[in-house]
Nanobody, 124 residues
Framework: QVQLVESGGGLVHAGDSLRLSCAAS????????MGWFRQAPGKEREFVAA????????YYGDSVKGRFTVSRDNAKNTGYLTMNSLKPEDTAVYYC?????????????????WGQGTQVTVSS
């Protein structure tokens, strides 16, 4: 079992930066791939980014490539999503996820474990 808690969301202006954190508890977090998803009101959940258990490989959705960076610190059992050049269309609830399979997160867009979400609002 893995429990995930996101933090760091808030209200920012377009062009600003924000860093989300995902604190994990439970066993063997360092063996899980981690992902970030988002869901805006009235829209489907969207894959944002993912990182393998070692941190060696990262994946990004097309809409955030070049602006967002996913990272992790296994010693702290924490994952991060650094968001730069934020746009109003980035407004959504952001969820972190953990699964033993990065393929499941990136391709199937599913995960065994989810956080409760954190709201990010970008004003124009």
């Amino acid at each position: 079992q893995v429990q995930l808690v996101e933090s760091g969301g808030g209200l920012v202006h377009a062009g600003d930066s924000l860093r989300l954190s995902c604190a994990a508890s439970g066993r063997n977090f360092s063996t899980y791939a981690m992902g970030w998803f988002r869901q805006a009101p009235g829209k489907e959940r969207e894959f944002v980014a993912a990182i393998t258990w070692s941190g060696a490989t990262t994946y990004y959705g097309d809409s955030v490539k070049g602006r967002f960076t996913v990272s992790r610190d296994n010693a702290k059992n924490t994952g991060y999503l650094t968001m730069n050049s934020l746009k109003p269309e980035d407004t959504a609830v952001y969820y972190c996820a953990a699964d033993t399979s990065v393929h499941k997160i990136v391709v199937v867009e599913r995960s065994d474990y989810w956080g409760q979400g954190t709201q990010v609002t970008v004003s124009s």
